[in-house]
């Protein structure tokens, strides 16, 4: 379940951006939200989105495929610099990160990272050219430095899907820390499965086990 998740939210991320849509003023009242297509956090989630497109069309274009170690470099390239995989790491263990040391932490936020980087990348391989309609709705939140972005996916065979980018500002650069799909988070997905986790296993066993499961994964390669 978490996985599919994961990977139809990546593959909304890997759609073609179709269109950035004029600013409506009374519908984005209605929804608490604004639209403006040249805020910082909407920028880069553009940006990166037309990188990861470039570099996909590349491999189709040239090797007539996706492989999993080039997918490897292209997350480690492209995505990872543009997300906040520690700040999306404490979010999913919650009170339960204060249960873990401080290598136990630094432990976890690794082995974390490369299975978001297995998830992904399955749903990096499986990109097929899909189209949808980016139209900046952008809600501010408490505290300023975080935002949430919403985008309406149009999808060729299939219902529509709402998606919303959770971003912050760190450092003047806008991270996305979590996604959701039709009110679904990855960040309370995961949140569910380790709470279980911590209910049968000691921290040590689920890192051990975490690292386990993720060096075994060749497909992707991963430096363990």
């Not at 403006?36 to 990188?51: E, F, G, L, R």
């Not at 060729?156 to 912050?168: G, I, M, R, T």
């Not at 569910?192 to 086990?209: C, G, H, M, W």
């Amino acid at each position: 379940m978490i996985s599919r998740l994961i990977q139809c939210l990546v593959l909304i991320l890997l759609c073609n951006v179709s269109s950035f849509a004029a600013p409506d003023t009374d519908t984005a009242s209605a929804s608490n939200a604004n639209k403006d297509c040249n805020h910082p956090a909407v920028v880069a989630i553009k940006i990166m989105i037309d990188d990861i497109l470039q570099d996909l069309k590349g491999q189709l274009k040239k090797d007539g495929k996706i492989d999993g170690p080039d997918v490897y470099k292209l997350i480690d390239r492209l995505l990872v610099p543009n997300a906040d995989l520690n700040t999306t790491a404490k979010l999913v263990l919650v009170n339960n990160w204060k249960k873990l040391n401080a290598a136990q932490q630094e432990k976890f936020i690794k082995e974390f990272s490369r299975q978001m980087i297995r998830t992904y990348g399955v749903a990096f391989q499986a990109y097929d050219g899909e189209t949808v309609e980016f139209d900046c709705r952008i809600k501010k939140l408490s505290g300023g430095n975080k935002v949430n972005v919403t985008t309406k996916i149009n999808h060729n065979k299939a219902p529509s899907n709402q998606v919303e980018f959770k971003l912050l500002n760190r450092n003047n650069n806008w991270l996305i820390y979590d996604l959701t799909i039709d009110g679904i988070s990855i960040v309370k997905s995961y949140r569910t499965v380790y709470a279980e986790s911590f209910r049968k296993k000691t921290p040590d066993q689920l890192l051990n086990d975490m690292h386990t499961n993720n060096c075994k994964d060749q497909k992707f390669k991963l430096i363990c």
